[in-house]
């Protein structure tokens, strides 16, 4: 009987848990730390680091995931629809270009350069000298 309230209580953490309301929360909704609600962090973080939690949770993202979120291929299907369909209300350019991100054929890093100021008297003169070494020799 202890085990089985035991399990119910690890899997009310976890659905609890995946809807986003943090770990203590979570921990108290579940039913654990009632008599020192203080102490609610420390069997969430607990509870976290036990291999059937973590699973079990992994499985609830999986599930969630399936189920609510549009693949890579799905989004790049939709958004193909929509640059084809003349009565989208969405630019077909920004759906391209959307298509084009998401295959990285846009870097957008920023190259930046330091370039020495250089006065052209300084540099001629520079040019000057090496030429006349190079004739010496």
């Not at 309301?21 to 609610?40: D, M, T």
């Not at 973080?45 to 189920?67: G, H, I, N």
């Not at 929509?82 to 957008?108: Q, V």
Request: proline share 4%; aromatic share 4%; net charge positive.
């Amino acid at each position: 009987m202890k085990r089985a309230l035991c399990l119910q209580r690890r899997e009310a953490f976890c659905l609890a848990y995946m809807t986003g309301i943090g770990g203590s929360q979570a921990a108290l909704s579940a039913g654990y730390a009632q008599r020192n609600p203080r102490n609610a962090h420390v069997m969430a973080w607990f509870l976290l680091k036990q291999p059937t939690v973590r699973s079990r949770l992994a499985e609830l993202a999986e599930a969630t995931a399936d189920e609510a979120i549009m693949t890579v291929i799905q989004r790049k299907v939709r958004l193909s629809e929509m640059a084809r369909d003349p009565d989208s209300k969405i630019d077909p350019i920004r759906c391209i270009e959307e298509l084009n991100r998401m295959d990285g054929l846009y870097h957008n890093k920023k190259l930046e350069v330091n370039v020495p100021s250089i006065t052209s008297v300084s540099v001629t003169e520079k040019i000057k000298r090496q030429i006349e070494r190079h004739n010496r020799e």
